[in-house]
């Protein structure tokens, strides 16, 4: 039963447009979650977080909205550029205190084209 | 600063065989955690070393086991392999906090590719 969903397996964007991913999760407990970026044959590098006592956090090209009512969230990447080719993985952390660990969606594989 | 290192990068090993994998975990960093990925999915959580000790396991056979050293750097064993098992598997480190302290973000390795034959 998969706790985080990433229903998009991949998305395409022109380059300097806006990328949008979206993930929605089914647990109501969960109360942090982040965005990482993977590429082939590297570990996930952290993009962007956001806490559920917000609705939106924003670090350069890169924002993250959350909806708790509606229990999905989105990141948008604007401008999208080519080296942003990667696949986007969210994840919300599940647990309390240091007792915490990641249960993460399947992903979305983004190709920005030039 | 280094970040948290993983080792081997790849490894092949036939079925039935046992498997150590290690990690160094990003300096200031007292907590790790593995995963195993297998291709096309998310990272699956195995389970979480703080203190020389296991706090918590996700859904992984006893095949699946740990260590954590009093340098805080971890091992991953897997015995008796199974095809299944094939995948790459993460390490992630954080911060220790206190049981009121907010979440920390995990900073991962490179992973070691597993290929059971």
């Known amino acids: 039963d998969q706790q985080v969903k990433q229903n998009s397996p991949s998305l395409s964007v022109q380059e300097g447009r806006i990328s949008i991913l979206n993930c929605d999760y089914t647990?109501?407990?969960?109360?942090?979650f982040l965005w990482y970026k993977k590429y082939p044959a590297e570990g996930p590098t952290f993009l962007i977080s956001i806490s559920s006592i917000k609705d939106k956090n924003e670090d350069g090209r890169f924002t993250v909205f959350l909806n708790k009512s509606a229990k999905h969230l989105s990141l948008h990447i604007v401008p999208s550029q080519p080296g942003d080719s990667a696949v986007y993985f969210c994840?919300?952390?599940?647990?309390?205190?240091?007792?915490?660990?990641?249960?993460w969606g399947l992903g979305t594989s983004l190709a920005v084209n030039p | 600063d280094a970040g948290v290192t993983q080792s081997p990068t790849h490894l092949i090993k036939t079925r039935g065989q046992q498997v150590t994998l290690r990690c160094s975990p990003k300096?200031?960093?007292?907590?790790v955690s593995w995963y195993q990925q297998a291709l096309g999915q998310g990272p699956q959580f195995i389970f979480q070393?703080?203190?020389?000790?296991?706090?918590q396991r996700g859904n992984f056979p006893d095949r699946f086991s740990g260590h954590q050293f009093p340098n805080y750097s971890s091992e991953l064993n897997v015995n008796a392999l199974l095809l299944g098992d094939s995948a790459l598997y993460l390490c992630?480190?954080?911060?220790?906090?206190?049981?009121?302290?907010?979440?920390?973000?995990?900073?991962f390795g490179p992973g070691t590719r597993l290929t059971v034959l």
């Open positions: 300096s200031g960093h007292d907590t």
């Open positions: 994840a919300a952390s599940d647990g309390v205190g240091n007792n915490r660990k990641l249960i």
């Open positions: 647990n109501s407990m969960f109360d942090y």
């Open positions: 070393y703080y203190e020389e000790e296991e706090r």
């Open positions: 992630a480190s954080t911060p220790h906090r206190g049981i009121d302290s907010s979440t920390d973000t995990q900073y």
